[in-house]
């Protein structure tokens, strides 16, 4: 199984990120994927999940508004949009599909 992650970068405030995990190793459209992202600092805290088929989706409310996240089956990708990006953003997001997670991708808010 694998699952990488890419997309992150250094943006400022009020910017926008798309985020991309492409997976490999395993039958991707029968797993629910999820973004998770990790503060210096802080705990790792869930961002959104999407169900296999895309068609149940959930956010964590610091979220909720501004991301938007998608996937293509047919790629094996799940993506996250992220919009109106803020300081409090920075982190290293992470793409889980049940117990395997990737590397991560950094991504840092600052002007």
């Known amino acids: 199984v694998q699952l990488v992650e890419s997309g992150g970068g250094r943006v400022q405030p009020g910017g926008s990120l798309r985020l991309s995990c492409a997976a490999s190793?395993?039958?991707?459209?029968?797993?629910?994927m999820s973004w998770y992202r990790q503060a210096p600092g802080k705990e790792r805290e869930l961002v959104a999940t999407i169900s296999s088929r895309g068609g149940t989706i959930n956010y964590a409310a610091s979220m909720r508004g501004r991301s938007t996240i998608s996937r293509d089956n047919a790629k094996n990708t799940v993506y996250l949009q992220i919009n109106s990006l803020k300081p409090e953003d920075t982190a290293v997001y992470y793409c889980r599909a049940y117990a395997y997670w990737g590397q991560g991708t950094q991504v840092t808010v600052s002007s």
């Open positions: 190793g395993f039958t991707f459209s029968t797993y629910a």
